[in-house]
């Protein structure tokens, strides 16, 4: 299979000088390494042309964020298997091994991530995607070794090979025949839970999402948007409300968006409790958004056959914030 690393770029020559030597070290054998530009403003491109001769380059028109940026890039790579990836990770030797030989293996398997680790602290599972995603009745996603900001030691837990319910964008391997098959990322999220509705979509038409913790990879989080960056929590909630409009199967669709609605609001007040009303205005930014692309997000809706299970009889915010469950064996 011909396999294609994907970083996405904006204005990361800094990211780039530290993390592509490791991607080329550890992927050339196996696979073509691309950096896809989404307009950088900075030297990055050039940076790369003069260092490493042996990187394709792709350069898109505009930045359209993670969603457009990757769907316009992908457009002018031709391989069986691609490899999204940040630009703030650090692969290790073999990382593409175990996942290439998963996809030799079984033809349903569409969308893979393999171990996600900390890069500022290498002991603990990483917040974008740990030991693989899922997402509860109330469209909260969460990880098998991260529930909210809690995170787990990797202890070897997670070495598994194993259904998900969704792969993270931070390193994120997809059949480019499914990917396209699916019209690829919805641009209309910019960035942030594109990879979680994309998941949902391939699982709806009968595909598979799997971990494979026998590839690690180390991310540092947060180079292009940072916790603290009210833009960040605007997309978050947002992008939530989309995919539950778009994806959950009638009979629950009213229950679960009325109470994510006020769920939302709780967060709301819990900002100003924090003193930050800055978040607390992203959050009705995000509302007001929804609001007024839901029209748009029902017309998705429609051309959607709803197959796949999601976590129905699981609230992760009962289970966390109510019985203050920390780990994600410890779920019911």
Known sequence: MKTAVVI???NGKQLLEQFLPSIIAFSSEESEVYVADNASTDDSIQYVKENFPSVHIVVN???GGYAKGYNDALQHINADIYCLINSDIEVTKNWLTPVLQLFKQEENTAIIQPKLLDYKDKSKFEYAGAGGGYVDFFGYPYCRGRIF?????????????TDIFWASGACFFVRSAVFHQLNGFDEDYFAHQEEIDLCWRAQNEGFSVKFVGASTVYHVGGATLQESNPTKTYLNFRNSLFTILKNVPSKYLFTVILARLVLDGVAGLKFIVELRP???WSVLKAHLSFYKNCTRFIKKRRQIQRKSNYSIHTSVVWQHFILQVRKFSNLK
């Open 8 to 10: 996405l770029n904006w």
């Open 149 to 161: 900001n809690d995170l787990e030691k990797d202890e070897n837990q997670f070495n598994d090979t």
């Open 61 to 63: 028109k505009q930045n």
């Open 278 to 280: 800055i978040h607390t």
